[in-house]
Antibody
């Protein structure tokens, strides 16, 4: 069965960076784009971007351009999301989600990781 | 960026009754719309994609309709496990930016 298992909660200081991992199993990792979505406390869902695990190609939401880096390690079927220059309003649960493409760059998400809480506090 | 607006923000319905949730797009998204259910402390779960196709394992009491800018999620007979927050998501625009509605909280009346 498809599973996305994320790394554990993190506490970071403002200005630091955080790197969250997402290990995939139960399917061919390189066959589906991996997306990252975050959710601030009590708020809605916000798409951050995606990575093509096959090529490593990325597409980031404009809001996060220059601060987010998505990478992958195909040898261990794991995707990573690194967010730099953290601010207090980056405090959120970060999810990885497998994208199903209905057309180039048009995705919905059929499987999600369990989420990783990142807390940014001085 | 396409803005997705869900209404109402909170919906109070009794178990066994029908619930109707709305999602409006600021411009046409064709049928490129999905619905998710999220319970406290859990990740979202895909319910509907392509505006009206139920995802694998989703009960038939969940149905989606609409196209263009107006969409509806209907839960025909509410069960206790259906009380949650529901989000719509569009995946139509270019350059690719995926956007979600702000959510509708479905609570027990």
């Amino acid at each position: 069965q498809v599973q996305l298992v994320q790394s554990g909660a993190e506490v970071k200081k403002p200005g630091a960076s955080v790197k969250v991992s997402c290990k995939a199993s139960g399917y061919t990792f390189t066959g589906y784009y991996m997306h990252w979505v975050r959710q601030a406390p009590g708020q809605g869902l916000e798409w951050m971007g995606r990575i093509n695990p096959n090529s490593g190609g990325t597409n980031y939401a404009q809001k996060f351009q220059g601060r987010v880096t998505m990478t992958r390690d195909t040898s261990i079927s794991t995707a990573y999301m690194e967010l730099s220059r953290l601010r207090s309003d980056d405090t959120a649960v970060y999810y990885c989600a497998r994208g199903i493409a209905v057309a180039p760059e048009r995705y919905y998400f059929d499987y999600w990781g369990q989420g990783t809480l990142v807390t940014v506090s001085s | 960026e396409i803005v997705m607006t869900q209404s109402p923000a909170t919906l109070s319905v009794s178990p066994g009754e029908r619930a109707t949730l709305s999602c409006r797009a600021s411009q046409s998204v064709s049928s490129n719309l999905a619905w998710y259910q999220q319970k406290p402390g859990q990740a979202p779960r895909l319910l509907i994609y392509g505006a009206s196709t139920r995802a694998t394992g989703i009960p038939a009491r969940f149905s989606g309709s609409g196209s263009g800018t107006e969409f509806t999620l209907t839960i025909s007979s509410l069960q206790s496990e259906d009380f949650a927050v529901y989000y719509c998501q569009q995946y139509n625009n270019w350059p690719p930016t995926i956007t979600f509605g702000q959510g509708t909280r479905l609570e027990i009346k």
